[in-house]
């Protein structure tokens, strides 16, 4: 790289060859994405060398003092460092825009898929041998999976608060700040623990119904065993959210592939081979999640951070906490309230409707996920051009239209590949044929509903990253009370499982609008140059 030297007294003097450079020695920032190289000669030599690991990037210009006053006063150099991915990104063109951002949010898929495939899995086993047992997983998956995605303001509070300790460059910090989320994490889970062993079969029965009582029983099973590992999987929820707050996604998705794996090799050995139904399935999962929590774990002590070390948050670290998750709070309960309520009439309807309704909410739920990974590429990208030191509003709406392009292809691929299972290839879940009958009632619905969620959360996701947190909450807590009213309605008119579908088809498209709305407002945050109105928090990538 050239390194120019310049004198403050209209003189010019060259540096010298690396052979004048006496100990070299390496600097390496841990916290920083690239290592740079420093070659420093004591005491005479007052400017500092820097040599990037990388080809292309940014000039700063650097004057650091050795021991030399004088040497300080006569040289300044010119370094180049390495920019990092995000200022690569919203540079470039359209198309290879969209291809790196594809590239970019690829491996975050697998995170969000692993979780859905679990159930996906047992749903299909257990629908093998049993239309009961299938049923029984509705409302069982619902206090399982459901729950699960409510603690989701965990992994968001610990995204954030690890991607602030990282910008500080104090390691200490942020090993306090991941062993108060652990602490967090851990009490969340026990309580969860506690709830599901007493008073599990209590809200089961409360939510699947009198008309259901035969299935409470293996529900009940099934919750109470899942349960085991609520401790297990919130510890390892904070783990996972720290590791990608530090720009590292293989470690989790590593941990992720593994437990599929043991989740899959189990339901084969406990359910198909010894025949333990439900109850194998529900062994099977809770194994697989607790190898997942020990893997993520592990991969945060290789990090050099203790996964073990574990500190009672302060009052005011409490109120940061939940400053940071209360709207997100709010928004995953709306969504996590209308699907269970869609279940819970399901639940009434009688044990084939609810059987075939379990079927399509687990290929949704599988579904459904490959858009997340384009929420979490807005919330990582839009800050900087949205209030960052390079704020751009243009390069933001060309980041969005990107998004939007590929959530509209994606979200179309995905309608299409999950309407086709079910369609094409029902008795992988059931060989009922009363079941596969309700299955292919609500396949169109399912594919209006689908094909827009991939656009939603890329809205949604440049939403949150601008810090619209009222917005958000205000819109989803709206869409949820108006989607429960059309579920009164359509359940009071007798219209069945279509019903249903057909609000969750309303829930989404409402979700769309109005979050498409409030981006193409003139005064919205991609238009005006005003940010005052937005309450600016600390929000990061999920």
């Known amino acids: ?43 005479s030599f007052g400017a500092l060398v820097a040599k990037s690991e990388r080809g292309n990037g940014r000039l700063i210009t650097a004057c650091i003092a050795g021991g030399n006053a004088d040497a300080f006063e006569e040289e300044q150099v010119v370094v180049e460092v390495v920019g990092s991915k ?84 104090d390691k200490k910090e942020l090993q306090h700040q991941i062993s108060i989320l652990l602490f967090v994490g851990l009490t969340c889970g026990v309580l969860m623990l506690l709830f599901t062993q007493f008073l599990g079969s209590w809200a089961l ?72 139904g439900i109850t194998g399935a529900a062994w099977a999962t809770m194994a697989s999640q607790i190898v997942a929590a020990c893997m993520m774990i592990e991969a945060l002590n290789k990090k050099g951070f203790s996964a073990f070390s574990i500190t009672v948050p302060s009052p005011r670290e409490c109120l940061l906490i939940f400053g940071i998750a209360g709207p997100v709070f709010v928004t995953m309960f709306s969504k996590v309230a209308f699907y269970s309520l869609m279940t819970y009439f399901a639940t009434a309807m ?56 590929i959530g509209a292809i994606l979200g179309l691929a995905i309608g299409v590949i999950g309407m086709s299972v079910p369609w094409l290839f029902p008795n992988i879940f059931t060989f009922d044929l009363k079941v596969i009958q309700e299955m292919h009632k609500v396949l169109f619905l399912f594919f209006l509903s689908l094909s827009i969620t991939p656009c939603t959360h890329s809205l949604e996701g440049t939403l949150l990253a601008g810090r619209d947190l009222t917005f958000i909450s205000l819109s989803m807590s709206s869409c ?63």
């Not at 086993?125 to 995605?149: H, K, R």
């Not at 299935?215 to 009940?220: L, T, V």
């Open 1 to 43: 790289m050239n390194l120019k030297t310049m004198a403050l007294h209209s003189h010019t003097t060259h540096l010298q060859t690396r052979k004048r450079l006496s100990h070299p020695s390496i600097l390496y920032n841990p916290f920083h994405r690239s290592s740079v190289r420093y070659a420093v000669k004591p005491r």
């Open 86 to 169: 995000k200022e690569e990104l919203v540079e470039q063109s359209l198309w290879k825009q969209v291809k790196d951002i594809v590239m970019f949010s690829g491996p975050a898929t697998g995170l969000w898929i692993c979780g859905p495939l679990m159930s996906l899995i047992s749903t299909a086993v257990i629908g093998q041998a049993s239309s009961t047992e299938l049923a029984a997983l509705g409302p069982g998956t619902v206090f399982c999976d459901n729950m699960n995605l409510l603690f989701m303001f965990l992994s968001i509070a610990t995204s954030n608060m690890v991607a602030t300790a990282l910008a500080k460059r």
């Open 205 to 276: 029965t409360a939510f699947a119904g009198p008309k259901n009582v035969h299935i409470i029983p293996a529900a009940s099973k099934y919750v109470q065993i899942r349960g085991l590992a609520w401790p297990a999987i919130l510890f390892g929820l904070v783990a996972q959210s720290a590791s990608l707050g530090m720009k590292d996604s293989l470690g989790p998705l590593k941990a992720l592939v593994v437990a599929s794996v043991v989740n899959g090799l189990g339901h084969v050995v406990l359910c198909n081979m010894l025949h333990y």
């Open 350 to 405: 009688g044990t084939n409707i609810v059987a075939a309704h379990q079927v399509m909410i687990q290929m949704y739920g599988m579904c459904v996920v490959w858009g997340e990974p384009l929420s979490q590429t807005a919330q990582s990208f839009m800050p900087e051009l949205l209030y960052g030191v390079n704020r751009s509003l243009e390069k933001a709406r060309m980041l969005l239209k990107s998004l939007v392009i």
């Open 480 to 542: 949820f009370s108006l989607g429960a009213l059309l579920l009164l309605l359509v359940n009071s008119r007798g219209f069945g499982l279509p019903g249903c579908w057909f609000a969750l088809v309303g829930f989404q498209w409402a979700r769309f609008f109005l979050a498409l709305r409030r981006l193409l407002s003139p005064n919205g945050m991609l238009h005006s140059e005003d940010l005052g109105s937005y309450k600016v928090g600390k929000l990061k990538a999920t």
